[in-house]
């Protein structure tokens, strides 16, 4: 039997002696590179007779969190006259097997998101949203398709965005 090992477990716990190995990063947390970069953001809200609506310009960037275990997202823009932001933690929870997004937008609102990821078409999933992204071009485009629900079970289109990987 081994001696428990002196390491961080936890940032905020400190130095613990453990008989675990360090975490390592598996393909779950690999496949989240495809997000890494810097893309613009271009489209529209849509109107409810599914016409374009509002323009959309945004600049968003993916960074892996020190670690390597997170990507923090932040991304700034306008919707027509309306500027706003927001933050987002994209993260694996292997207890639950789920990919999760924490976003905190600058309206002061928090959104729970559970993702699934196939190929490369990822799907958020919050109480009221949806938002579909296709990955395409070796991963040099974002083709997204925001919904919502208000009537609580159907879902329409809210906005139809582009992203273009410029970094």
Not at 14 to 30: F, H, I, K, T, Y
């Amino acid at each position: 039997m081994t001696a428990p090992k002196a390491r961080v477990v936890q940032l905020n716990r400190g130095v613990e002696q453990v008989d675990s190995p360090a975490p390592e990063r598996g393909p779950q947390l690999e496949a989240l590179d495809a997000w890494v970069g810097r893309w613009i953001n271009e489209g529209h809200t849509v109107n409810a007779d599914g016409s374009p609506g509002l323009r959309i310009t945004t600049s968003d960037v993916y960074e892996w969190a020190p670690g390597g275990f997170f990507v923090v997202h932040t991304a700034y823009g306008r919707v027509a006259e309306f500027g706003g932001g927001a933050i987002e933690i994209l993260g694996y929870d292997d207890t639950s097997g789920d990919y999760t997004s924490h976003l905190f937008d600058s309206q002061g609102n928090v959104v729970l998101c559970r993702l699934v990821a196939r190929g490369d078409t990822w799907t958020y999933y919050g109480d009221t949203t949806r938002s579909t992204v296709e990955f395409s071009d070796d991963h040099h485009v974002q083709t997204v398709l925001h919904e919502r629900k208000d009537d609580g079970t159907t879902y329409a289109p809210s906005m139809r965005v582009r992203l273009v990987k410029v970094d």
